[in-house]
């Protein structure tokens, strides 16, 4: 039901795509000191708010 096995070659291409695209973006950002702080500071406050 979950297992997200891909079943295709063409869906398999996309979504390792999509994860080279998600990696790279995301590298993007932590290695950009200001945007790093501010999505730490978001992680944060989305971490405290589901424990209050």
Do not use: P
Request: hydrophobic share 40%; charged share 30%.
């Amino acid at each position: 039901m979950t297992c997200s096995l891909v079943l295709d070659q063409a869906t398999a291409i996309e979504m390792e795509k999509g994860s080279n695209d998600l990696d790279r973006n995301l590298g993007a950002v932590l290695a950009n000191t200001e945007l790093k702080e501010r999505f730490k500071q978001e992680i944060i406050a989305e971490v405290l708010k589901k424990v209050s």
